[in-house]
Nanobody
Framework: QVQLVESGGGAVQAGGSLTLSCTASGVFVNSYCMGWFRQAPGKGREGVAAIYSPGNNTYYADSVKGRFTISQDNAKNTVYLQMNSLKPDDTAMYYC???????????????????????WGQGTQVAVSS
């Protein structure tokens, strides 16, 4: 049974930083494409960043390039999202997702689509105040 458990969300002022964690069980983060999505109230789910270590691939949405960094610790089977220079527009529920084939789709489409990920966590809330 696959489980993805997110943590690390919270409230922060604009310009601040947060690090989100996603600990996986039932899958190995070093063999799956691991991604972070976010969803703000009234908006669709947006792909933020993804990593696929077998291909040494990463993907970042334009809105977070240069501010967010995705990484993983294989020993802890955990994926991280380091978020710096946070803006109020980053306020959302952040979800961890996993799929063995998602990076192929990301490279083909040029974007992260929720339908390309088969496993999801419950989310962690990030609130950025101005």
């Amino acid at each position: 049974q696959v489980q993805l458990v997110e943590s690390g969300g919270g409230a922060v002022q604009a310009g601040g930083s947060l690090t989100l964690s996603c600990t996986a069980s039932g899958v190995f983060v070093n063999s799956y494409c691991m991604g972070w999505f976010r969803q703000a109230p009234g908006k669709g789910r947006e792909g933020v960043a993804a990593i696929y270590s077998p291909g040494n691939n990463t993907y970042y949405a334009d809105s977070v390039k240069g501010r967010f960094t995705i990484s993983q610790d294989n020993a802890k089977n955990t994926v991280y999202l380091q978020m710096n220079s946070l803006k109020p527009d980053d306020t959302a529920m952040y979800y961890c997702a996993a799929d063995p084939l998602a990076m192929t789709a990301i490279q083909h489409v040029g974007a992260m689509l929720p339908r390309n990920f088969g496993y999801w966590g419950q989310g962690t809330q990030v609130a950025v105040s101005s």
